[in-house]
T-cell receptor, first 115, second 114 residues
């Protein structure tokens, strides 16, 4: 079974630009979550999508948005990039079968550098 | 407001000895706790979890202990091996605010000395 796939792996953008990151979850997984990892901050939850709907949202500005497609693939978009957006962006998928206490499976991440 | 805290940014342990990683949380609504391991340039990998109805869960060399009254959990690795060198993240979730939303600590870098 293929794991969580994130593309691209690395990205360099200029301040003010926008960026779109992609995530393909594990086959059969219906929930996709996005996290931002920066040094000293750990992993910060951005949002979670389930059945094409945003089900949960973290404390990030509106410049961060996402969506999920009918095949559960998800994209994350950041507009008007700032230097502080430089981070590793991680996508995680989980079965979301309704059972409590399930773990998330992470992709390798997209390393975004804003210059 | 850091709801999950890992107060030790780094830890060095001799190979073969026990590694103990600690994690504290403040939100009493958390009812599920997980440990993830992360190597550089890779995503976190799930290690072990524990539900709030238990106080211990064991999987091979890894054991997680939960002390609900102290809002504290720990990960024990016995015996420690060089391949265990990585960053370890503690995470928590709660059925009241979405099982798929994980709140992570800032991580502890574990170095196993051969």
């Amino acid at each position: 079974k293929a794991g969580v796939t994130q593309t691209p792996r690395y990205l360099i953008k200029t301040r003010g630009q926008q960026v779109t990151l992609s995530c393909s979850p594990i086959s059969g997984h219906r929930s996709v979550s996005w996290y931002q990892q920066t040094p000293g901050q750990g992993l910060q939850f951005l949002f979670e999508y389930f059945s094409e709907t945003q089900r949960n949202k973290g404390n990030f500005p509106g410049r961060f948005s996402g969506r999920q497609f009918s095949n559960s693939r998800s994209e994350m978009n950041v507009s008007t990039l700032e230097l502080g957006d430089s981070a590793l962006y991680l996508c995680a998928s989980s079965p979301a079968t309704g059972a409590l206490n399930t773990e998330a499976f992470f992709g390798q991440g997209t390393r975004l550098t804003v210059v | 407001d850091q709801q999950v805290k890992q107060n030790s940014p780094s830890l060095s342990v001799q190979e073969g000895r026990i590694s103990i990683l600690n994690c504290d949380y403040t939100n009493s609504m958390f009812d599920y706790f997980l440990w993830y391991k992360k190597y550089p340039a890779e995503g976190p990998t799930f290690l072990i979890s524990i539900s709030s109805i238990k106080d211990k869960n064991e999987d091979g060399r890894f054991t997680v202990f939960l002390n609900k009254s102290a809002k504290h959990l720990s990960l024990h690795i016995v015996p420690s091996q060089p391949g265990d060198s990585a960053v370890y993240f503690c995470a928590a979730s709660g059925s009241n605010f979405g099982n798929e939303k994980l709140t992570f600590g800032t991580g502890t870098r574990l170095t196993i000395i051969p």
